[in-house]
């Protein structure tokens, strides 16, 4: 089965970075052909994209929360999506969870991601 492993979280204070791994294994055919995906939650919040990548055409899409401030990129050698977060600020504070859905989705909806991992947390102070 399809297992998404996240890594890479901690705490930091505003200002700060963090890059967040996620180890893919399991795909039934390359994880290259499906859409990946960063997405968080924050308590009493609604689950929300981060970003998004799709190996085929190179396409990437982040949330306009996020933009000028995150970065996904992918080893696929490795299996393995990153999320590299700059600038974080008190409201990134978040479980932040690595998706996966088979195929191109050009958009961050959780409802096109059918594989999830445990997530890793992330607090910003202030």
């Known amino acids: 089965q399809v297992q998404l492993l996240e890594s890479g979280g901690g705490s930091v204070q505003a200002g700060g970075s963090l890059k967040l791994s996620c180890a893919a294994s399991?795909?039934?055919?390359?994880?290259?052909?499906?859409?990946m995906a960063w997405f968080r939650q924050a308590p009493g919040k609604e689950r929300e994209g981060v970003g998004g990548i799709y190996g085929p055409s190179d396409f990437r899409t982040y949330a306009d929360s996020m933009k000028g401030r995150v970065t996904i990129s992918r080893d696929n050698a490795k299996n393995t999506i990153f999320l590299q977060m700059n600038s974080l600020k008190p409201e990134d504070t978040a479980m932040y969870y690595c998706?996966?859905?088979?195929?191109?989705?050009?958009?961050?909806?959780?409802?096109?991601?059918?594989?999830w991992g445990q997530g890793t947390q992330v607090t910003v102070s202030s």
């Open positions: 399991g795909f039934p055919v390359s994880y290259y052909l499906y859409s």
């Open positions: 998706a996966a859905g088979r195929g191109f989705s050009s958009n961050l909806r959780a409802t096109d991601f059918t594989d």
